[in-house]
């Protein structure tokens, strides 16, 4: 088994860092690679990607056509392809629309959402991998959210939509907690540097829940402060920011553990990652 394939069945990121190397020696260097937020809706990301010295661009998750149509002509670049992480109209409601502009264009998703996300061309299973741009893409299944959700894995990125979020995670709509926690703890695993690229800009209400849950943690108060004084995005974050900041990555710390009372102290990862998904779900900043 090479170190790719260790990757795909969940190893640690050991696997992931040769995996890394072995691409950079493959494909060159990661510098060069342009990633681009879209504002798109009230609070959602659609990301450009592109590489220097081409005009052919790939989107993530075109949860409008027009705001996407528009930075593609600023920036003279040419829809090539679409990848979607979930079948949520807010983050594919713009597909239909840009595949009639762009006659045969190619737009993935799982396999389990060829049938709920209107013109995929691919279903991709885990762990499948896909060449575009130049650029080698992992499918990364993470049910939870969804029980289709998609995390697209690219050289030191990976695209979340609405499984990981900037300190906070999707709702459970389709999967249970045990898939939830299990999804996020892939996506932990990924290297620290790797930079998260996530659907929505919920930042600054996931960090105040985060620092309710966890007082003392000084790497919730800096990172809030730096969210409230940004005016863009705050994405993207790095997987390491997240395992510092994110409680739903953190259902191992007794911190948290505590937080939610004495009878957490003992529980399972799952009871912890539950609770919490529950006390998020009703919190008001
Ligand atoms: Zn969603």
């Given at each position: 088994?090479?170190?790719?394939?260790?990757?795909?069945?969940?190893?640690?990121?050991?696997?992931?860092?040769?995996?890394?190397?072995?691409?950079?020696?493959?494909?060159?260097?990661?510098?060069?690679?342009?990633?681009?937020?879209?504002?798109?809706?009230?609070?959602?990301?659609?990301?450009?990607?592109?590489?220097?010295?081409?005009?052919?661009?790939?989107?993530?998750?075109?949860?409008?056509?027009?705001?996407?149509?528009?930075?593609?002509?600023?920036?003279?670049?040419?829809?090539?392809?679409?990848?979607?992480?979930?079948?949520?109209?807010?983050?594919?409601?713009?597909?239909?629309e840009l595949c009639e502009g762009h006659?045969?264009?190619?737009?993935?998703?799982?396999?389990?959402?060829?049938?709920?996300?209107?013109?995929?061309?691919?279903?991709?299973?885990?762990?499948?991998?896909?060449?575009?741009?130049?650029?080698?893409?992992?499918?990364?299944?993470?049910?939870?959210?969804?029980?289709?959700?998609?995390?697209?894995?690219?050289?030191?990125?990976?695209?979340?939509?609405?499984?990981?979020?900037?300190?906070?995670?999707?709702?459970?709509?389709?999967?249970?907690?045990?898939?939830?926690?299990?999804?996020?703890?892939?996506?932990?695993?990924?290297?620290?540097?790797?930079?998260?690229?996530?659907?929505?800009?919920?930042?600054?209400?996931?960090?105040?829940?985060?620092?309710?849950?966890?007082?003392?943690?000084?790497?919730?108060?800096?990172?809030?402060?730096?969210?409230?004084?940004?005016?863009?995005?705050?994405?993207?974050?790095?997987?390491?920011?997240?395992?510092?900041?994110?409680?739903?990555?953190?259902?191992?710390?007794?911190?948290?553990?505590?937080?939610?009372?004495?009878?957490?102290?003992?529980?399972?990862?799952?009871?912890?990652?539950?609770?919490?998904?529950?006390?998020?779900?009703?919190?008001?900043?």
């Open positions: 088994m090479d170190c790719h394939t260790a990757f795909l069945q969940g190893r640690g990121p050991q696997s992931v860092l040769k995996l890394t190397r072995a691409l950079r020696a493959i494909f060159g260097s990661l510098s060069g690679v342009n990633i681009e937020p879209v504002a798109c809706l009230s609070d959602n990301f659609a990301y450009l990607i592109w590489h220097d010295g081409t005009r052919k661009a790939l989107v993530v998750d075109p949860s409008e056509a027009a705001p996407v149509q528009k930075a593609l002509q600023q920036r003279e670049l040419e829809l090539c392809a679409i990848l979607c992480t979930h079948h949520h109209w807010d983050h594919v409601g713009g597909v239909k006659a045969g264009l190619p737009v993935f998703s799982s396999d389990h959402d060829v049938t709920r996300i209107e013109g995929v061309t691919r279903g991709l299973a885990d762990g499948e991998s896909f060449e575009q741009l130049g650029l080698r893409f992992e499918s990364l299944k993470v049910p939870g959210h969804t029980l289709g959700a998609l995390a697209y894995f690219v050289e030191d990125a990976v695209f979340t939509g609405d499984t990981l979020f900037g300190a906070g995670c999707g709702r459970l709509f389709e999967g249970t907690p045990a898939q939830m926690h299990a999804s996020l703890m892939r996506l932990s695993a990924l290297p620290g540097s790797t930079r998260v690229y996530f659907g929505h800009e919920y930042t600054r209400a996931n960090l105040a829940f985060a620092r309710s849950i966890e007082p003392e943690n000084g790497a919730v108060h800096t990172r809030l402060q730096r969210a409230a004084a940004t005016k863009n995005g705050t994405t993207p974050s790095t997987i390491e920011e997240e395992r510092a900041t994110n409680p739903f990555l953190r259902c191992a710390e007794l911190s948290v553990r505590a937080a939610l009372g004495e009878g957490f102290v003992a529980a399972s990862e799952v009871e912890t990652f539950a609770e919490l998904r529950r006390r998020k779900d009703s919190f008001r900043a």
